[in-house]
């Protein structure tokens, strides 16, 4: 490979202060993401997948390792980078319209084009006629759209996504999820996205990364060798499920891995998987 | 409600329907259309069982103009003194008292709030002084104002001032502590500087709370003017009550009283105002 990679993470480690004392929450974790590559993080709650995105993001001060998006050693939030919270962490103050512009609010250009961009991406999501609307007037759903509106609306290079379809039903994930692929594949960007659904991950993905529980460490990272443009039909092929099938079996592995430490149970968990 | 399912349907079908379509608009009875809503019409219905209560009782329980007077004689007592012009001065006198010392305590309260809520320096310094004045039965100290700054308007204003500042300058405090911390990561991941996340933040969110604080003052600085005015004025509502108690004129006493508990109607009524027009995405809840 000739091309640097986009992100960057080497032997990153991190550590939190609580109030019973220091909590090891990521341990050892490098890997790279391309250009335009779409990298889904999968792991069990707690494991720290908000932690690292966070981290790419700069939100959080690193404690050893280092993360480089573009080159650039990450210490702060930067414009090349877009957030999608895990909760829908929208200003209740503030409408629809206004809670896409926030990101724009903090960058030069007359507010005409920015409101301009603020209404073309609430339309992208599907929420045109509800610009005006106030949180609280919104479902779930509705809200977990502006705050996906609210990262697209500055065009970062790199999008995190810490689970922003989790709140969603079935069949408006699916609708997003194209919508996702879309964006993604027309506006070349690199995203990286948290999810506790397999079959997200392996539907949106290039690569799936399978992290442990806490401390985080990469597990596995598995390659989607799937065609793409993919469609929702896909979901429903053999090959499909097989590989539904195979981060699964990376997942369990890994607990019972731990068991086996205990107890000599790893035969058992395979076979019983089988 | 309806179905939430409709709500979170997919953009497809979200994108034709747009504005959801307004309430149907039942016929209101004409009361309404002269501003006499249903809850201000059971305000209305409770007020006059209230008086005529105290009609009844005066006239028929109570015997003496001594000790407790009907209503409609405090009214005549209030035409009588605005005649006189009296009433007009004594209430003047303390709504002075009272707006200056409230402009003040907001003045000074809500930018101390706000840098206790911000600065751990400044709250290491300041908490202790906050807690101790907060829990302290200023009004107390009222006589010791007088002494210092005279009978006149200056002493009162201290006072309402003393008694209104804490709450204005704990509930400003409270409210910026009780910023949600995604929405300041929010706004950091989009690069805005510190003066940005204060001014698009911490202060929207806390601005409820700062509401609340005047709400409380403007309830302590009514008592603070009575009471300041009873140690020593020459005029004010407090001095109507003192001197209409010593010589037991009922009629002016509950006339002062009325006054100022009007006063405090008006003044949580302009408060609650206020916070509609600076945070109209609130709405009522429902429990
Ligand atoms: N602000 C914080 N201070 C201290 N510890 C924290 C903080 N935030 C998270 N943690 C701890 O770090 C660990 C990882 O948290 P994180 O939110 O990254 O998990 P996650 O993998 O995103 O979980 P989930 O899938 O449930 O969202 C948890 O054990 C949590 O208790
Ligand atoms: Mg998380």
Redesign the interface.
Known sequence: MTTPPMVSIRDFRLVRQTRGGTLLVLDDVSFDVADREFVAIVGPSGCGKTTLL?SI?G?IPRTSGEIAVNGTVVDR???D???V?Q?D?L????TVLANIR??L??RSGDRATKNRTARDLA?L??????EDH?P?Q?????RQ?VNVARALA?DPQVLLMDEPFSS??A??RE??QE?LLRIWSERSKTVIFVTHQIDEAAYLADRVIVLSARPGRVRASIPIELPRPRTLELKRTPEFIAIVDRIWQEIELNDSGRAARDADETQEARVNHA | MTDARTDVASPRLAGGRGEPSPPVRARKPWWHRIGLTTSRRRALISLLIGVAIWEFVARVLVDGSLFFVPLTDVVRAGYDLTLTGELQHHAWVSFQEFFYGLLLAVLVGVPLGMAVGISTRVRDYVQPWISGFYSTPLIALAPLFILWLGIGIVSKVAVVFAMALFPITINTTAGIKNTDQDLIDVARAFGYSRTDIFRKVLLPSALSFIVTGFRLAVGRGIVAVVVAEFFGSRGGLGYLILVSSQSFAMDRLLLAVLLLAFTGVIGIGLVGRLERRLAPWREDMTV
Do not use: C, I, N
Not at chain 1, 91 to 94: A, E, L, M, N, T
Not at chain 1, 125 to 130: E, N, P
């Open positions: 966070k993001d939100l939030p930067g414009p980078r877009g957030f919270f909760m962490s200003f209740p103050w503030r926030l990101g609010e903090a339309a999501v599907g929420l045109q006629g509800f106030y609280h919104l479902s779930g759903g509705m759209r500055v969603l039903d069949q408006t609708v997003l919508e």
